[in-house]
């Protein structure tokens, strides 16, 4: 069993930046890839980031490359999503996930979910 909680969310300005943070119970967490996804309101969830169990490749969702960094500290059972140059449309719930599987985009894939954190970035 994995029990995940995420902190960290808020209300920032567009250009502004964001640390999110999992912190994951169980002593398997290291075993575990990680991911997070968001839902924004009337939209269907979506991928954003995923980290593997070793923290030694990630993968990102084409709209945050190059402002989103998913890492991973498995000394503290934690995975962080820095999230910098946030802009309106990434207002959304974000969940933290884990799943042993190798399919990282589909939520389907994971195993245990957090209960969201929210992040409102206005304009």
Same mark, same amino acid.
């Given at each position: 069993?994995?029990?995940?909680v995420?902190?960290? $969310?808020?209300?920032? *300005? +567009?250009g502004?930046?964001? /640390?999110?943070s999992c =912190? !994951?119970?169980?002593r398997?967490?290291?075993?575990?890839?990680? $991911?997070?996804?968001? *839902? +924004?309101?009337?939209k269907? /969830?979506e991928?954003? =980031? !995923?980290?593997?169990?070793?923290?030694g490749?990630?993968?990102?969702?084409d709209?945050?490359?190059g402002?989103f960094?998913?890492s991973?500290?498995? =000394?503290k059972?934690?995975v962080?999503?820095?999230?910098n140059?946030?802009?309106?449309e990434?207002?959304?719930?974000?969940?933290?996930?884990?799943?042993?599987?190798?399919?990282?985009?589909?939520?389907?894939?994971?195993?245990?979910?957090?209960?969201?954190?929210?992040?409102?970035?206005s304009?």
């Amino acid at each position: 069993q994995v029990h995940l909680v995420e902190s960290g $969310g808020g209300l920032v *300005q +567009a250009g502004d930046s964001l /640390r999110l943070s999992c =912190a !994951a119970s169980g002593r398997t967490f290291r075993n575990y890839n990680t $991911g997070w996804f968001r *839902q +924004a309101p009337g939209k269907e /969830r979506e991928f954003v =980031a !995923a980290i593997s169990a070793s923290g030694g490749t990630t993968w990102y969702a084409d709209s945050v490359k190059g402002r989103f960094t998913i890492s991973r500290d498995n =000394a503290k059972n934690t995975v962080a999503l820095q999230m910098n140059s946030l802009k309106p449309e990434d207002t959304a719930v974000y969940y933290c996930a884990a799943t042993v599987r190798y399919q990282f985009v589909s939520g389907q894939s994971y195993d245990y979910w957090g209960q969201g954190t929210q992040v409102t970035v206005s304009s």
